[in-house]
């Protein structure tokens, strides 16, 4: 699969451009939601709400694609959802109301949430098991680019023109895509299940592929866990909304610098080794931030979290792909799911604490959950041979 043969436009920088446009979607709504609430003429609750509608539906709908894949073929799947969230993007941008915002969003986060997965699925349908985390590692530049530009940019184009900008520029970006991989060929020797039963009944059968989504619920509660509270528990010390948006940024340039380094480490590393640090980064990060939340402190756990999701993230979602070959677009959205489903109930789960400003006792509860994850994951990765 040549960069000849795709006009010159090389596969993996199609798919670190549809995580990119899929991350700024996803991240550009929270540094907004002042903005909305006081130009819809509502309260903040209710625009958290309609944030809150496109995350649940956004990991909801995750296990679904793989499915579709299937049926459709990766790329024709990628194109269609991208298609329709960016309509749906754009219909946001044109909402007068909070409940044609919360259903405009909906559709853009269930559409939306096909892309990620969709280029995992492709990179282990393409690229050999050996070097395949490598670029799952450079797929991450686009999730780190789209997260520390959504993060800083959403709110200053909200201020100087208007939230619904931010929109239609993300909008604008899915359909720029959806024109762009028109040229990305169909993998080649897929295998595809007779029945949309039969990978699932796989993966019901596989106690590893079991324990690898285990392993992804439990992920997504400590890193993207962690991560969701740091820019509210940044603000609670009298940092202002700028100050704690750049702290997110921050964790997106960590993102982008540790994939190149977790890219090279794992052509000598064990995967094992890299969950291992990964751990390490998140506990470290976690215990940071039960010294204090302050702007300084806070950079420098984000620095680590960014450390901790390129290195353990990327090598369990490199292993979700190696497991059951024949099952991998379910087991890979599956673990998409998961991993968004963990992070959703954690926040609902200490949602109380947050209230009460309790910061402290959420990261070390964090940070205590982070290490027998990495102990766990790390022993049963060392211990799991490919076949």
């Known amino acids: 699969m040549s960069d000849q043969a795709l006009g010159k436009r090389s596969p993996i920088r199609l798919l670190q451009l549809t995580t990119f446009v899929s991350t700024l979607d996803r991240f550009a709504m929270p540094p907004m939601l002042v903005v909305i609430a006081h130009d819809l003429g509502v309260g903040l609750s209710t625009v958290v709400q309609v944030a809150g509608i496109y995350f649940l ?61 969709s280029t995992l699925i492709y990179v282990g349908d393409t690229v050999p098991a050996a070097v395949r985390q490598r670029d799952i590692a450079r797929l991450m530049v686009g999730v780190a680019l789209g997260t520390a530009l959504a993060s800083i940019g959403a709110g200053i184009v909200a201020d100087a023109l208007s939230w619904r900008v931010a929109f239609v520029i ?20 897929v295998i595809r299940p007779t029945s949309a039963l039969e990978p699932v009944a796989g993966i019901l059968r596989s106690r590893m592929a079991l324990l690898v989504l285990v392993f992804a619920f439990a992920e997504g509660a400590v890193l993207l866990g962690a ?42 590393w064990h995967p094992s080794r890299l969950i291992g640090l990964g751990g390490l980064a998140a506990a470290l990060a976690c215990g940071l931030l039960v010294l204090t939340q302050a702007a300084a402190m806070a950079v420098a756990a984000a620095l680590l979290l960014g450390l901790a999701w390129t290195s353990m993230h990327s090598s369990l979602q490199t292993w979700a792909t190696e497991i059951l070959p024949a099952a991998r677009a379910t087991l890979v959205s599956l673990f998409a799911g998961s991993l968004f489903v963990g992070s959703a109930l954690a926040a609902v789960a200490v949602s109380g604490w947050a209230d009460a400003g309790r910061f402290a006792l959420i990261y070390a509860v964090t940070g205590g959950l982070a290490v027998p994850l990495a102990l766990a994951a790390a022993w049963a990765r060392s211990h799991w041979v490919r076949t």
């Open 170 to 189: 993300t909008g604008a970006g899915a359909l720029l895509v959806v024109w762009l991989l028109r040229t990305l060929p169909e993998p080649e020797g």
């Open 57 to 117: 539906v956004y990991g909801l709908s995750q296990p679904m694609w793989g499915t579709v894949s299937d049926r459709l073929g990766r790329v024709r799947t990628l194109r269609l959802t991208l298609l329709l969230a960016g309509l749906s993007s754009v219909g946001s941008a044109l909402s007068g109301t909070p409940l044609v915002l919360a259903v405009t969003r909906g559709l853009a986060g269930g559409f939306f949430g096909a892309a990620y997965p």
């Open 227 to 268: 991560l969701t509270l740091l820019p509210t528990a940044v603000e609670a010390t009298g940092a202002t909304v700028a100050v704690a948006g750049t702290v997110t940024g921050v964790y997106g340039v960590s993102v982008f610098l540790g994939s190149a380094l977790v890219g090279h480490l794992s052509g000598h």
